[in-house]
């Protein structure tokens, strides 16, 4: 046999061909961790980035593309425990446009408008702009108004059945309520947790893990806790669970046509909206680019305040004959896009942990990283909450992480990111132990039975404590001392001029205006400041002292009880179970706080000091005609502002809530009230004006 003179250079060695191999097989890692298991291990944005990478080699190599590439299916496979559903119609998924700049939407206008061959003099292309919600999609079939099955995207072609878990969701209609859908009908929408469902079951898992349940846990993120319900095998696991869920389009319909019983999409999501399925209030019919640039710059702005995760948004061309001509390339359709938000999780390494100590002693690890910038903002610094998690999580000096920082929450460690097979493994310290003494003042630190936290004993010899003690009680939402900040107090603790919240009113001007770049004026202001803040209200005094498990809400429950603060300082237990609101938890710290002769050596001194208020009579007789009912209240009032109506209600023994579920008493709805209203009304909630509100007050 003879070799050819030149031998092309063989697909093995190739470093492309190496390279593609190594993508799939990460990215098939990748996607069993996070569909099958639902725990990925990388943040999304790095999963998307090695995706990019693989299609880009495989177009400019289109021979090497294999139909088992990861590029060429949508999600991974069920998991063995759940019935396989096959999908009457494919559950598809979106092309995304990676451009996470405006210019995404331009992108995607262009394409639909060349596809149309439509020129610059035809009108604009309409559009329907949504929420990309961050959860799990779900089909539900209906025939004949009876959910039949629910089931997961899985592979787009087959999913799981998981009828059973998806039964208890309460917002999910098991029957239809109303007339005219078809016989056999298909919705499709995305199953999610909300925000504060999710951090109120995290509380309860905590509370199982202390208490020493085995094998509980708590949730990486809402997606996470939601995927986990929706694939629980125990449908009474599945039903303590909160979820939620948003329709956002169909699957089968049938013997009709989608296209004979709509015109529009949005025509179909509100008439879905009338058969009884949630459909996020912020969908926006827009016309061409700019506006799909608009609301994708509005909901990046807004997207903090919505009660769940999404993200990023999805366009859909409005008209369900123009979708039908667009058609679909490969396995997604031509007519809708998913534009995403920059992302709120990033990888980057710890470089040290840190042991940062809280007003009441707590002490927190802290993740110092290499800086990252995520969700907006550079970071190099996240929490690790406590020792249990911090071990749980095994973050280690020297690990690749990944960060969070979602809206103003602390940014936090969400886990640690493992060497890929092919890489050595890294150089780690040893795990992260709590020091059992405390980091600043050299105390003790105790972690009492049941607890997550240590805690520093050193009290207010303990300048970590005494610095936020102080910073605590001079807050606006306090005693409000104006211009007492961060920096001047350490100054003032770290030179021992003060120590006790007494020692600060016995600052005088020549004491201030001696400090290091204090100014005479700046002086002066504080010492005003100071006088100003002297006059106060019992509630903000009781929240300032800065004890255990009381805040605002109670303080303010406790001086409306009681009237006067002796009362609250010689109240039993007993006693202050009475006040609304006040458990044993916290009655226990107020006795507790107030049985130290030096806490209420504390007060006397600050009353020496001029710190006054007005004590009102105990108003534990005053009548109470709300006691023991809860109130959401939503839109604009006519005449009572929120808070007005807030302290109303509460005066009156009531509670408001900030949502809604089959607990609350009443919604007390004023002019253009969103969802809680929707809630309500599905839930059978009793809706008030402000006028029957008043009524009730009487
Ligand atoms: S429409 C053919 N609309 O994004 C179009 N999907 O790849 C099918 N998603 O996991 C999807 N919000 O669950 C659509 N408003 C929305 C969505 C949405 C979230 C998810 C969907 C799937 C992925 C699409």
Not at 7 to 14: W, Y
Not at 236 to 254: D, M, N, W
């Given at each position: 046999?003879?070799?050819?003179?030149?031998?092309?250079?063989?697909?093995?060695?190739?470093p492309?061909?190496q390279r593609?191999e190594a993508l799939?097989s990460q990215l098939?890692t990748l996607?069993?961790q996070?569909?099958?298991?639902?725990?990925?291990t990388v943040?999304?944005?790095e999963?998307?980035?090695l995706?990019?990478?693989?299609?880009?080699?495989?177009?400019?190599?289109?021979?090497?593309?294999?139909?088992?590439?990861?590029?060429?299916?949508?999600?991974?496979?069920?998991?063995?425990?759940?019935?396989?559903?096959?999908?009457?119609?494919?559950?598809?998924?979106?092309?995304?446009?990676?451009?996470?700049?405006?210019?995404?939407?331009?992108?995607?206008?262009?394409?639909?408008?060349?596809?149309?061959?439509?020129?610059?003099?035809?009108?604009?292309?309409?559009?329907?702009?949504?929420?990309?919600?961050?959860?799990?999609?779900?089909?539900?079939?209906?025939?004949?108004?009876?959910?039949?099955?629910?089931?997961?995207?899985?592979?787009?072609?087959?999913?799981?059945?998981?009828?059973?878990?998806?039964?208890?969701?309460?917002?999910?209609?098991?029957?239809?309520?109303?007339?005219?859908?078809?016989?056999?009908?298909?919705?499709?929408?995305?199953?999610?947790?909300?925000?504060?469902?999710?951090?109120?079951?995290?509380?309860?898992?905590?509370?199982?893990?202390?208490?020493?349940?085995?094998?509980?846990?708590?949730?990486?993120?809402?997606?996470?806790?939601?995927?986990?319900?929706?694939?629980?095998?125990?449908?009474?696991?599945?039903?303590?669970?909160?979820?939620?869920?948003?329709?956002?389009?169909?699957?089968?319909?049938?013997?009709?046509?989608?296209?004979?019983?709509?015109?529009?999409?949005?025509?179909?999501?509100?008439?879905?909206?009338?058969?009884?399925?949630?459909?996020?209030?912020?969908?926006?019919?827009?016309?061409?680019?700019?506006?799909?640039?608009?609301?994708?710059?509005?909901?990046?702005?807004?997207?903090?305040?919505?009660?769940?995760?999404?993200?990023?948004?999805?366009?859909?061309?409005?008209?369900?004959?123009?979708?039908?001509?667009?058609?679909?390339?490969?396995?997604?359709?031509?007519?809708?896009?998913?534009?995403?938000?920059?992302?709120?999780?990033?990888m980057t390494t710890v470089v040290?942990?840190?042991?940062?100590?809280?007003?009441?002693?707590?002490?927190?690890?802290?993740?110092?990283?290499a800086?990252?910038?995520?969700?907006?903002?550079?970071?190099?610094?996240?929490?690790?909450?406590?020792?249990?998690?911090?071990?749980?999580?095994d973050v280690r000096v020297g690990d690749t992480v990944i960060?969070?920082?979602?809206?103003?929450?602390?940014?936090?460690?969400?886990g640690v990111v493992p060497p890929a097979a092919d890489q050595p493994p890294r150089e780690r310290s040893a795990i992260?132990?709590?020091?059992?003494?405390?980091?600043?003042?050299?105390?003790?630190?105790?972690?009492?039975?049941?607890?997550?936290?240590?805690?520093?004993?050193?009290?207010?010899?303990?300048?970590?404590?005494?610095?936020?003690?102080?910073?605590?009680?001079?807050?606006?939402?306090?005693?409000?001392?104006?211009?007492?900040?961060?920096?001047?107090?350490?100054?003032?603790?770290?030179?021992?001029?003060?120590?006790?919240?007494?020692?600060?009113?016995?600052?005088?001007?020549?004491?201030?205006?001696?400090?290091?770049?204090?100014?005479?004026?700046?002086?002066?202001?504080?010492?005003?400041?100071?006088?100003?803040?002297?006059?106060?209200?019992?509630?903000?005094?009781?929240?300032?002292?800065?004890?255990?498990?009381?805040?605002?809400?109670?303080?303010?429950?406790?001086?409306?009880?009681?009237?006067?603060?002796?009362?609250?300082?010689?109240?039993?237990?007993?006693?202050?179970?009475?006040?609304?609101?006040?458990?044993?938890?916290?009655?226990?710290?107020?006795?507790?706080?107030?049985?130290?002769?030096?806490?209420?050596?504390?007060?006397?001194?600050?009353?020496?000091?001029?710190?006054?208020?007005?004590?009102?009579?105990?108003?534990?007789?005053?009548?109470?005609?709300?006691?023991?009912?809860?109130?959401?209240?939503?839109?604009?009032?006519?005449?009572?502002?929120?808070?007005?109506?807030?302290?109303?209600?509460?005066?009156?023994?009531?509670?408001?809530?900030?949502?809604?579920?089959?607990?609350?008493?009443?919604?007390?709805?004023?002019?253009?009230?969103?969802?809680?209203?929707?809630?309500?009304?599905?839930?059978?909630?009793?809706?008030?004006?402000?006028?029957?509100?008043?009524?009730?007050?009487?």
């Open positions: 046999m003879t070799m050819p003179e030149t031998d092309p250079m063989p697909e093995a060695n190739n492309d061909r593609l799939r098939h996607a069993h996070y569909y099958v298991l639902d725990a990925p943040p999304d944005a999963y998307d980035r995706f990019r990478e693989l299609q880009a080699i495989e177009a400019t190599h289109p021979d090497w593309l294999t139909p088992d590439s990861p590029t060429q299916r949508v999600g991974g496979k069920p998991l063995d425990q759940f019935a396989s559903v096959r999908h009457a119609v494919p559950m598809l998924s979106i092309r995304t446009e990676t451009d996470t700049e405006s210019s995404g939407a331009q992108a995607f206008d262009t394409r639909v408008r060349k596809e149309l061959e439509l020129t610059d003099a035809d009108a604009p292309v309409e559009y329907v702009a949504e929420l990309k919600f961050d959860g799990l999609a779900i089909n539900l079939r209906y025939e004949n108004g009876v959910l039949v099955q629910a089931a997961t995207r899985g592979d787009g072609e087959n999913g799981e059945d998981v009828t059973q878990n998806i039964r208890t969701v309460g917002q999910i209609p098991l029957k239809l309520a109303t007339i005219g859908f078809p016989p056999v009908l298909e919705v499709r929408g995305e199953v999610y947790m909300r925000r504060d469902d999710f951090e109120a079951l995290n509380e309860r898992q905590r509370a199982r893990i202390a208490a020493g349940e085995k094998g509980e846990k708590t949730f990486v993120n809402p997606r996470n806790a939601a995927a986990g319900a929706v694939r629980q095998l125990d449908p009474g696991i599945a039903a303590q669970r909160p979820l939620s869920f948003f329709a956002y389009g169909v699957g089968e319909v049938a013997p009709q046509t989608v296209g004979s019983l709509f015109a529009t999409h949005m025509e179909l999501l509100q008439t879905l909206k009338g058969w009884g399925f949630p459909v996020a209030e912020e969908i926006r019919v827009v016309r061409g680019a700019d506006e799909l640039v608009a609301f994708h710059q509005h909901i990046a702005q807004t997207r903090d305040q919505l009660p769940f995760d999404i993200d990023g948004v999805v366009y859909k061309v409005n008209s369900l004959p123009l979708q039908q001509r667009l058609g679909f390339v490969t396995r997604e359709p031509r007519w809708a896009v998913a534009h995403k938000f920059p992302a709120q999780e990033q040290a942990i840190d042991v940062q100590v809280g007003r009441t002693g707590k002490l927190t690890p802290v993740a110092k990283l800086p990252v910038f995520v969700g907006g903002v550079t970071v190099t610094n996240a929490t690790l909450h406590n020792e249990d998690e911090a071990r749980r999580k960060v969070r920082r979602a809206g103003d929450v602390i940014p936090e460690v969400v992260f132990t709590m020091p059992r003494i405390c980091p600043v003042c050299g105390s003790v630190a105790v972690r009492e039975e049941g607890e997550a936290d240590y805690r520093c004993t050193g009290g207010l010899f303990c300048n970590a404590q005494c610095k936020q003690a102080i910073l605590h009680f001079a807050q606006r939402r306090a005693v409000e001392i104006e211009g007492l900040g961060d920096k001047l107090v350490e100054q003032l603790v770290d030179a021992k001029i003060i120590r006790t919240l007494p020692d600060l009113y016995r600052l005088g001007f020549t004491a201030l205006a001696g400090l290091d770049r204090m100014a005479e004026k700046s002086a002066q202001n504080i010492v005003d400041a100071l006088e100003k803040s002297k006059q106060t209200t019992l509630p903000r005094f009781l929240f300032g002292l800065g004890i255990r498990h009381v805040g605002e809400a109670t303080a303010k429950e406790l001086a409306r009880h009681f009237g006067g603060l002796d009362a609250i300082m010689d109240a039993s237990e007993e006693a202050l179970l009475q006040v609304n609101d006040v458990g044993p938890i916290v009655a226990k710290s107020l006795r507790t706080f107030f049985e130290q002769a030096h806490n209420r050596e504390v007060v006397e001194q600050l009353r020496a000091c001029g710190i006054r208020w007005e004590e009102g009579a105990a108003s534990a007789d005053s009548p109470k005609p709300l006691a023991g009912m809860t109130f959401v209240l939503t839109g604009t009032l006519p005449t009572l502002g929120r808070d007005d109506a807030k302290d109303l209600i509460e005066a009156a023994g009531g509670k408001v809530s900030g949502s809604v579920s089959k607990k609350t008493s009443y919604v007390v709805a004023g002019t253009e009230a969103g969802s809680k209203l929707t809630k309500a009304q599905e839930l059978g909630v009793a809706v008030l004006d402000e006028a029957a509100l008043l009524e009730m007050l009487k």
